[in-house]
């Protein structure tokens, strides 16, 4: 499994980026490894949030699972749409 990706763009004065540059080849890193190093080092003890359902949610929920007898099979959505 492929894990998605982002950039981020991050503007720096010239003197911290020459701080990074050389705390990363301290360490063998290029400059974008080694901040992508510290932004997990500071992140790897937080939660990742969950939140809850609203009520209505909720409720959809339960009365789609009461339901789903009622269910039916849809191959193509646009034929669907058609024969409205």
Excluded: C, H, W
Aim: glycine share 4%; proline share 2%.
């Amino acid at each position: 499994m492929r894990t998605q990706t982002t950039q981020i763009r991050v503007t720096l004065p010239v003197q911290l980026q020459g701080y990074l540059q050389t705390k990363a080849s301290k360490f063998g890193l290029g400059l974008s490894a080694y901040v992508k190093n510290l932004i997990i080092n500071d992140v790897k003890n937080v939660e990742y949030p969950i939140f809850e359902a609203s009520e209505i949610t909720e409720k959809s929920y339960k009365k789609a699972i009461e339901e789903r007898d009622q269910a039916i099979e849809i191959n193509n959505v646009d034929e669907f749409l058609n024969n409205l």
